[in-house]
Each structure stands twice: as structure tokens, then as C-alpha cells.
């Protein structure tokens, strides 16, 4: 079977990023829940393309989109540190609405279908971050919706984060040149790790997946986000394979197609 790609833009702001949309082949039984998906700081959508593949060959139809102001992904610009950090989050419904409006062409059958089932946000990093963010829009507050977050998690306690380290800031010459410089690290990093203290989800259900070898996330940086964000209230786990550094979240599509699996998505 063949997975079926179309180049997509997303509108954000004056500007818009770029995206692909996966479908699976078109003798293939289209699957209700759709999955939405996003990648890490001053990455890109490539970095986690084989995400979308393992779930289109299991008959899910996603969009996978570039954050704005990323330049690995295009050059397309985010015109201040005030909208990506507004805003971000708000690509995911935005994808969600083209990709329903796809599916309407590509599978009109189906759609129905698609437009009252599951959805799945996932995300890497800082795209994970957005898509818990996202877990808060009222546009869902109807919809079987969940997030799948890789390589996300509070700093470590009492030690010198990976950032903070004279071997990370070597790299920002370059790193810092691959996003607008309204997404500074001087600028995000703060307004993330921000993010993270105060986030509050209200009944949501998110599934964390971190890497035992994740030097960016810690030994036990995962669990204490978890803990954070009251898994009393909201239907939270987590998972720690033995190898899944930070810098490969390709690693992770095994492990999302096995989650997804495990709740029935795939039966």
C-alpha cells in the first residue's frame, strides 16, 4: 500500500508554514481519528516525517506542519516574539480545519466519519509543549481529543541544565541562525520553561514518551512534569524507553503507533 502525500500551507498570521498532509492508500480503510503534528525548537517537520508514515500505514490520515519562524522548515517569517508566543498553538486547530477540508476531496466518504472522530496532537519538545497548550482550546472542548508528547519535562533539580552548558552554547552560533531572531534562545527558552510552571490542563488526556538517554529532558524530568499537571484531574501517563536521545525524535514513531494501538485506534 502506498501512503499519499499533498503539499499544504497553513495560514499564522501575515504569513503562513508549511505542511505536508498524509493519507493512506486509497483501497485502504480510513481510520476516524486524524492526527495532527508538529516538531521541536529550530527543527523541522522532517525531523519526525516517519511519525505520520507509521500511522498513515495504519490507515490514519495526519498533517504534519512546520513551526513559524523556523527556517529549516522555510523561510517564512513570524513578525514578533508576542505572536509565536500568542499564537503558536493555535496552528493546531488551523491544521485540523485544512485537514478536514483535504479529506472532504480526497476521501468524501469518509469524512463524515473523520470530522466527529478522535483526534491526536503530537508533538516533539517545544511542539509538545504547544500541543498540551492546545488541549485547552474551546474549539475541542466537544471532541475526543488527546495529546502524545515526546521529549517533554521540567528541568533537572540541582544540576546544571543541558542549555546552560558550555558544550550547548557552542552550538548556538549556528542554532540561533536557524529561527527568526524573535525566537531567540535569550528569548524562548525563558518563555518556555515559563510555559511549563504554569500550565494547567482541565480533563485532559495526554500520554508522555521520553527517553531514558534524554539529556535535554533528565532522569526525571517527565514524572515531575506529570506530577505538575495533576494526573488526579486529567488522564496522564508516561513512558520511558531505553533509547531515545533528544536530537532523535524519529525514535518515538514506533512508540506512538504502539500507544495508539494499545487504545484501539488500530483494531
Known amino acids: 500500500m502506498s501512503v499519499r502525500l499533498q503539499k499544504i500551507k497553513v495560514p499564522f498570521g501575515a504569513h503562513h508554514v508549511m505542511a505536508?498532509?498524509?493519507?493512506?492508500?486509497?483501497?485502504?480503510v480510513?481510520?476516524?481519528?486524524l492526527a495532527l503534528m508538529t516538531h521541536g525548537y529550530t527543527s523541522h517537520k522532517g525531523s519526525i516525517l516517519n511519525w505520520a508514515v507509521r500511522l498513515a500505514e495504519e490507515g490514519m490520515a495526519s498533517l504534519l506542519f512546520d513551526l513559524p519562524g523556523h527556517y529549516l522548515g522555510s523561510f517564512e517569517e513570524v513578525d514578533s516574539t508576542e505572536e509565536f508566543q500568542k499564537s503558536a498553538h493555535l496552528l493546531f486547530p488551523a491544521a485540523h480545519k485544512i485537514l478536514l477540508e483535504k479529506l472532504k476531496t480526497e476521501r468524501p466518504l469518509d469524512y463524515d466519519l473523520?470530522?466527529?472522530?478522535?483526534?491526536?496532537?503530537?508533538?516533539?519538545?517545544?511542539?509538545?509543549?504547544?500541543?498540551?497548550?492546545?488541549l485547552n482550546l474551546k474549539e475541542w472542548q466537544e471532541t475526543d481529543v488527546q495529546a502524545i508528547c515526546v521529549g517533554l519535562g521540567l528541568p533537572p533539580q540541582g544540576k546544571t541544565h543541558l542549555f546552560h552548558s558550555a558544550f550547548y552554547k557552542s552550538t548556538l552560533a549556528i542554532r540561533g541562525q536557524l529561527v527568526s531572531e524573535h525566537l531567540d534562545t535569550d528569548i524562548i527558552f525563558p518563555w518556555i520553561n515559563e510555559e511549563k510552571q504554569k500550565l494547567v490542563l482541565k480533563k485532559a488526556?495526554?500520554?508522555f514518551i521520553t527517553g531514558e538517554d534524554d539529556l535535554v529532558v533528565g532522569s526525571d524530568g517527565t514524572e515531575r512534569f506529570v506530577e505538575q499537571l495533576n494526573p488526579a484531574e486529567n488522564q496522564l501517563s508516561f513512558e520511558k524507553p531505553t533509547k531515545l536521545p533528544h536530537h532523535q525524535p524519529e525514535l518515538a514513531a514506533g512508540h506512538i503507533k504502539k500507544v495508539l494501538k494499545d487504545q484501539g485506534y488500530f483494531q
Request: hydrophobic share 50%; net charge positive; aromatic share 8%.
Open 20 to 28: 505536508f498532509a498524509f493519507f493512506p492508500a486509497p483501497d485502504q
Open 30 to 33: 480510513l481510520r476516524p481519528a
Open 114 to 134: 473523520a470530522q466527529n472522530g478522535p483526534l491526536v496532537l503530537c508533538g516533539h519538545s517545544l511542539g509538545a509543549l504547544l500541543a498540551l497548550k492546545a
Open 205 to 207: 488526556r495526554a500520554h
